[in-house]
């Protein structure tokens, strides 16, 4: 069973700086590809970023893209996401996932394995 456990969220100004961890366990090596989601309150959640495990080959959404970088370090069995330049509109509660399917990894549906999340929080 893949465990997943985000860790680095907190409270940034805007402009600021986080780096975001998802620690994984449990089968890590049969996972496809590995993705982070947001949610914020009363919204949807939303696709940010997704990583293949073997590849390194990366994806971003519009709003993030230039501003965020996704990562694995594969010995740590670990995914990053780190965040530059925030603004208010990325306060949310951001996730990690995985899956071992192949699939774009755009959709929530297309994970097996979610994180509980970490918040983070951007003050204007």
């Known amino acids: 069973q893949v465990q997943l456990a985000e860790s680095g969220g907190g409270l940034v100004q805007a402009g600021g700086s986080l780096t975001l961890a998802c620690a994984t366990s449990?089968?890590?090596?049969?996972?496809?590809?590995m993705g982070w989601f947001r949610q914020a309150p009363g919204k949807e959640r939303e696709f940010i970023a997704t990583?293949?495990?073997?590849?390194?080959?990366?994806n971003y959404s519009d709003p993030v893209k230039g501003r965020y970088t996704i990562s694995r370090d594969n010995a740590k069995n670990t995914m990053y996401l780190e965040m530059n330049n925030l603004k208010p509109e990325d306060t949310a509660v951001y996730h990690c996932?995985?899956?071992?399917?192949?699939?774009?990894?755009?959709?929530?549906?297309?994970?097996?394995?979610w994180g509980q999340g970490t918040q983070v929080t951007v003050s204007s």
């Open positions: 449990g089968g890590i090596a049969s996972m496809a590809l």
């Open positions: 996932a995985c899956t071992s399917r192949a699939v774009v990894g755009t959709r929530v549906a297309h994970y097996d394995y």
């Open positions: 990583i293949r495990w073997d590849s390194g080959v990366t």
